[in-house]
């Protein structure tokens, strides 16, 4: 770094430097010595990583951030929650602040302020509709990574998406719903749809996944469904999240009867499985509409994603490993699927106990023989 300190006709010090990019920056002092400090600081700034160009912090987030979501390289799911978090959220809330001037108290009002939105006022017909704990994370770990990249590009110098207390709600544990419940719900929607909740139920296959199937996807005789494609919110066919996704699933005759019957009297297209009334494939947006209306029918907390949830803890209850649940789910790693499910195996606490009970069965032994010989004493 080129630095150096000169005393002007006015009598004060001037101490410059210039930066990496060969921009020049400079202040002026009364005392030659505070020139000197300043000049050691943003040397060693520079030396920790830690200097930013303080005209860069100038910029306003709403710009940096969309500059940065302009060049990201992600999948289509991840891209449409980069881009609800910052248009929806961020942006409006705190768009308007220049980069240098957010500090940690302002992301932790933030935090506060997404927990408490309300996203639907209260009703006569239910409670008021907030974001989740998980909403509220997923938010939030966007906004980490944009200032994290203003970091990387010497915008900022610390990030201030540090030590942020998040929610912690119940949506932690998956909600599973019970048997009765995916019956109550797939009879309350009509009978063109009610194979689908069956299909889910049984096969654990994400919504996009089913969307996305064809008819010759399905192999009737070795009771199989073949996941290779996924249908996005926005209706367009698209690769699946990752290559553990790409699966065959077996499923049991209870799907393959429910699939057959289906068939039999909605005929699917090429291209899709499942069509609407007019014979075009079944949207995204319009099942989950389908489901939240019989839901509510049925009086059930169900979601489109709740018989995803059903079927892992089938398998669960039923003895599957993590592996064999991994698989059937198409999860990327089994840190996915223990993170999501690790509550469900059933067993730990009496494992501990036997295990426990084994290594201290020697001494279990001998207090049983002190017992024994007191009451004979007595």
């Not at 001037?14 to 000197?36: I, M, S, T």
């Not at 940096?64 to 409006?92: C, E, K, M």
């Not at 279990?364 to 010989?373: F, L, M, N, P, Y």
Request: net charge positive.
């Amino acid at each position: 770094m080129a630095a150096n300190i000169a005393k002007r006709p006015n009598g004060r010090w001037r101490a410059r430097y210039r930066d990496d990019a060969g921009r020049e920056h400079a202040r002026h002092f009364e005392r030659k010595v505070d020139a000197q400090a300043w000049l050691d600081e943003q040397t060693a700034r520079m030396v920790r990583g830690e200097w930013a160009d303080p005209r860069a912090g100038r910029e306003l987030l709403s710009a940096y951030a969309a500059r940065w979501q302009s060049i990201q390289v992600s999948s289509p799911g991840t891209a449409r929650i980069i881009d609800n978090a910052l248009r929806i959220h961020i942006v409006p809330r705190l768009g308007s602040q220049r980069l240098a001037y957010i500090r940690r108290s302002d992301v932790q009002a933030f935090v506060k302020w997404l927990e408490s939105r309300e996203l639907r006022p209260a009703t006569e017909s239910g409670p008021a509709r907030t974001l989740s704990a998980g909403s509220v994370r997923n938010i939030y770990e966007v906004l980490a990574r944009v200032m994290d990249a203003a970091v990387e590009d010497r915008v900022i110098a610390i990030s201030p998406c540090r030590r942020i207390a998040l929610p912690k709600g119940h949506d932690d544990e998956v909600e599973v719903p019970t048997l009765e419940e995916v019956d109550r719900v797939r009879d309350a929607l009509p009978e063109r749809w009610q194979a689908l909740p069956v299909v889910l139920a049984g096969s654990g296959l994400r919504v996009g996944e089913l969307l996305g199937l064809r008819p010759s996807d399905v192999d009737f005789l070795r009771r199989s469904i073949r996941v290779e494609r996924q249908r996005l919110q926005t209706d367009q066919i698209a690769p699946l999240k990752s290559r553990a996704s790409r699966r065959s699933v077996p499923v049991g005759q209870v799907v393959i009867d429910a699939l057959a019957a289906h068939l039999a009297s909605y005929p699917a297209t090429e291209d899709a499985l499942f069509t609407d009334e007019l014979g075009k494939p079944l949207t995204y947006r319009r099942w989950k509409r389908l489901v939240s209306d019989a839901a509510k029918v049925a009086g059930a907390e169900i979601t489109s994603h709740s018989f995803r949830h059903f079927a892992a803890s089938a398998l669960i209850s039923g003895g599957a490993s993590v592996k064999q649940v991994q698989a059937f789910l198409g999860h990327a790693s089994a840190v996915v699927t223990l993170r999501t499910y690790a509550h469900l195996w059933p067993g730990d606490e009496d494992r501990t106990r036997k295990v426990l009970d084994a290594a201290l069965g020697p001494l279990g032994a001998r207090a049983d023989s002190v017992r024994t010989e007191a009451a004979s004493e007595g």
